[in-house]
């Protein structure tokens, strides 16, 4: 069973930077492509960011690209966002997500999600 955790989420001014981690368990977490989504208040929910299963090709939505990295460490089974230049508009449950589908590229789609952190930017 597939099982993602996040951490990292709390409270930033803007114009801070936070680091978000998500540990995965239940498979083989190498072969699969990682991703971060995250829905802001009355929001749909966003991909932000995806990685592909060998980390050698990643994607972010326009909103946060010069802003955020996406990394992965395999060898951890772990995957990371940095967030730099954080906004307001930033603010939202970030969900680390991954697929069922192995040897995919980081645009998904996304089959599994965490239960999220908290990110919070004051102006």
């Known amino acids: 069973q597939v099982q993602l955790v996040e951490s990292g989420g709390g409270l930033v001014q803007s114009g801070g930077s936070l680091r978000l981690s998500c540990a995965a368990s239940?498979?083989?977490?190498?072969?699969?492509?990682m991703g971060w989504f995250r829905q802001g208040p009355g929001k749909e929910r966003e991909l932000v960011t995806g990685?592909?299963?060998?980390?050698?090709?990643?994607m972010y939505a326009d909103s946060v690209k010069g802003r955020f990295t996406i990394s992965r460490d395999n060898a951890k089974n772990m995957v990371y966002l940095q967030m730099s230049s954080l906004k307001p508009e930033d603010t939202a449950v970030y969900y680390c997500?991954?697929?069922?589908?192995?040897?995919?590229?980081?645009?998904?789609?996304?089959?599994?999600w965490g239960q999220g952190t908290q990110v919070t930017v004051s102006s």
């Open positions: 997500a991954t697929t069922q589908r192995r040897y995919s590229g980081p645009g998904g789609p996304y089959d599994y």
């Open positions: 239940g498979r083989t977490f190498s072969n699969y492509a």
């Open positions: 990685i592909s299963w060998s980390g050698g090709s990643t």
